[in-house]
């Protein structure tokens, strides 16, 4: 199924399968299908979601009229992204709205495709992520940013051509890594 400039939104629910899907082209808030503009957004106490074999993608970042691909916010809890492709976007995901939305967490992200992204692969905002066996390719301005008192086990990853892959980024509240195994092919830094 393809859900074309339509989002999925969930709230308050739980134990939900998103699975063999492709959602595209979703806008900013403002459309009466923007769903807040997220291709999927959760958010207000959702529990165990798992979203398997998806396609997120949309034609631009912000400034075209496009927010995430793959957000979580206001205590969601338990959520898995698996064997997914998420593409051509300015933002991937975050978990948690703002600095002081750290309730969201027990996140894993593993053997997906992050391609062409300009951030938020994802923005972690507090709470706990695993990230493993995943491919980055084209992280145009940063990548896995966690902050707030985030904690990231970042595992086994392929990052190629990609900037500034891992940090604490546009923030001076910091979160943690603990990284093993990834390849960095030609990645670049800022100061």
């Known amino acids: 199924a393809v859900f074309d400039q339509l989002g999925i939104h969930i709230r308050q629910s739980s134990n939900i399968i998103i699975q063999n899907v492709t959602v595209q082209n979703v806008k900013k808030s403002g459309s ?29 970042g912000e400034s075209e009229g496009y927010d995430g691909l ?15 492709i998420l593409r051509n ?4 995901g975050l978990i948690g709205s703002s600095e002081s939305d750290t309730s969201n967490g027990f996140v894993t992200f593993h053997h997906n495709k ?13 709470g706990i ?12 301005e940063s990548g896995i940013n966690s902050r707030a008192g985030a904690k990231a086990k970042v595992e086994n990853n392929y990052f190629e ?29 800022s100061s």
């Open 129 to 140: 992520a695993h990230i493993y066996n995943n491919h980055y390719v084209h992280l145009n």
């Open 32 to 60: 009466p299908t923007s769903n807040g503009g997220d291709a999927i957004g959760m958010e207000s106490d959702v529990r165990n979601v798992w979203v398997d074999h998806v396609t997120l993608e949309a034609s631009g």
């Open 89 to 92: 976007s300015g933002r991937g």
């Open 161 to 189: 051509d990609s900037k500034d892959v891992l940090g604490t980024f546009y923030t001076d509240q910091k979160g943690t890594w603990q990284v093993a195994g990834n390849v960095l092919d030609n990645v670049t830094w």
């Open 70 to 84: 793959f957000d979580m916010k206001a205590g969601v809890q338990y959520v898995t992204l698996s064997y997914s």
């Open 114 to 126: 992050y391609e062409n992204l300009d951030s938020r692969t994802p923005l972690l905002r507090g």
